[in-house]
């Protein structure tokens, strides 16, 4: 299961209704992929689509959907959200990531 802070859900929404998703009923759609300085990298957008092999989860009222590849990698993370002076942007605490980048925006495992 992934987890979404308080202060990532707020944000969450924020962001959807500017782009015009409805938080209430879309998803935000988390995966990983190969690269970054650290190995693997996170994807976050919004969708209103589950395909086949997804996984949909809900935390604090957010919807959450994952490709069954990704989820291996994300099982346990919580999404948050940073905007302090080291930048803004959502934030990954995966507990499964041996190493991450500096940024944080990629790991290894």
Sequence with gaps: MIQVSEIA??????????DGFDASKDFVRVGVKSGGC??????LKFD???????KIFESNAIKIIV????????????????????????????P????TCGCGESFSL
């Design 9 to 18: 859900k707020s944000k969450v929404i924020e962001l959807m209704t500017a």
């Design 38 to 43: 650290s190995g693997l990298s996170y994807e």
């Design 48 to 54: 209103n689509q589950q395909l086949e092999n997804d």
């Design 67 to 94: 490709d069954k590849k990704s989820f291996l990698y994300l099982v346990g993370t919580t999404l948050d959200y940073s905007g302090g002076l080291n930048g803004t942007g959502f934030v990954f605490n995966n």
């Design 96 to 99: 499964n990531a041996n190493r």
